[in-house]
């Protein structure tokens, strides 16, 4: 049953990510939820299901994405370990930690998407950071923050929470 | 080895796993990848990409409502924005008219407020004594008289409406020469009465009503009405003869002051004949050479001046109105 709830929820993101997203853009910046989703779902579910989740995730999104096929799914694997590792010690219902630990998960993700991407040539990937990681992964913590916010108002049993 | 490991350190295991992959993929060649991608696209993703794409359509529809019916929304003020704009026009094009054939007689005024009282009946206008608007000046549109000045500011005037008890004007039957007082009663039912005319004198419903410049406040010929209804009064001495005044005061937006120190010619009116009785007259065009030989005043009146003098039956004006 879970398990079901977990894929219906992927597939819920899966089409805001493919619709919504694309019509909230604020100067070409979008917000990417498929990596917040993978920042909260191994956050909430620990490491092995996390780490499987972002590989799926990654490689869905590898399909239409630029780079070479595998690199969004090792970044989010990368990514989804670290944060289930250290999603132990962190107070998840607090909004400023909530807050600092969303931006933070995706801003290591695109120092690797990028860093790989670039191949590793300085200027390049500065612009990128400057430009498109981070205005991306601010605009993705606020709308995943009121997202979650919204939905904790109105159903609990929509949420992953304390069930690791 | 491998089990135990798993057992033991399943998560890094799955990291492990999913690293490998994922760097295996990405050693791939270009077509080996373009196979692969190839290949997950049209076996696992094509329902998800036609739930996706469904449910885009969906959005994309939704969006695109919200769009339209915001500037459906914004079109329809700006339509009605142009048709106010173009009946504006239209009634302003009028008072030019009007004021053409009298440039010096003429100012244009707007109304600013109508009276707040029940009663009603008076007007608010925006130009005053600096504007040369004082007290006891006629007040009229192209449709016809409106009232007179009852008082002003330096750059506001009351106006006393025809429809307004204090304001009574010496008028006359433009058919038969018959001269009476036009002044509102209100009573049970407010009515607009021609009063003092004799019962034998020849009136009927549907005669227009024009003032006659006795009393030296309104020029002579101006249009005030039609009469709407005639009867014999319970003495039977006299009639009582109800007017329908040729200005709609509901919709008064712009008016114009007669300021008699002009040319002193009075306004020109459009001509009488040409218009329906029962109606409110549609203005005629401006004419070049005395727009209306019903009320254009006679070469006497014109040098003593409007409304400051009786007009005799059978002088020039009247003849022509005959």
Known sequence: MKNLRDVFLLIIVLILQGTIVNRIAIAGVRPDLLVAFVVYFAWMRGPVPGVACAFTVGLLQDLDAPGPLGL?????????????????????????????????????HDVIYFGIYTGGELGAFAKQFLFVAIPSALYTTIVVLLLLSTAERFSRTLLLTDEV | MFRLLFARRSDWAAFTVA????????????????????????????????VVGWVDAGVGVYWENQKLKKRLAQIQMEADAMRTDRVENARLRRLLDLSQENPSDLTAAR???????????????????????????????????????????????????????????????????????????????????LLYVSAREDVKKGDWVMTSGLG????????????????IAESGLTKEISVKPAVDFRSLEEVMVYMPEGSGHGPRMPALEAVAPDSVPAPAPPQQNAASPALKPSPEKARTGPGTQASAPGDSANEEVR
């Open chain 2, 19 to 50: 690293c490998v992959l994922s760097l295996t993929l990405m050693s791939l060649g270009r077509g080996q990848q373009e196979r692969a991608v190839w290949f997950i696209q049209h076996t696992i993703l094509s329902p998800v990409n036609a």
């Open chain 1, 72 to 108: 969004n799914a090792l970044a989010k694997t990368i990514v989804a370990f670290l944060v289930a590792k250290a999603g132990f010690r962190v107070h998840r219902s607090n909004l400023g930690v909530r807050f600092f630990f969303f931006l933070f998960a995706m801003l290591v």
């Open chain 2, 216 to 231: 030296g406040i309104f020029p002579e010929g101006v249009r005030v009405g039609t009469v709407a209804k005639v009867g």
């Open chain 2, 111 to 193: 109304v600013t407020a109508r009276s707040l009282d029940r009663l009603g009946g008076s007007l608010t206008i925006d130009k005053g004594s600096k504007d040369g608007v004082l007290p006891e000046r006629a007040v009229i549109t192209p449709e016809g008289l409106v009232g007179r000045v009852e008082r002003c500011t330096a750059h506001e005037a009351r106006v006393l409406t025809l429809l307004h008890h204090d304001c009574a004007v010496a008028v006359r039957v433009g058919r038969s020469r018959v001269d009476g007082v036009l002044q509102w009663e209100f009573g049970d039912r407010p009515t607009l009465n």
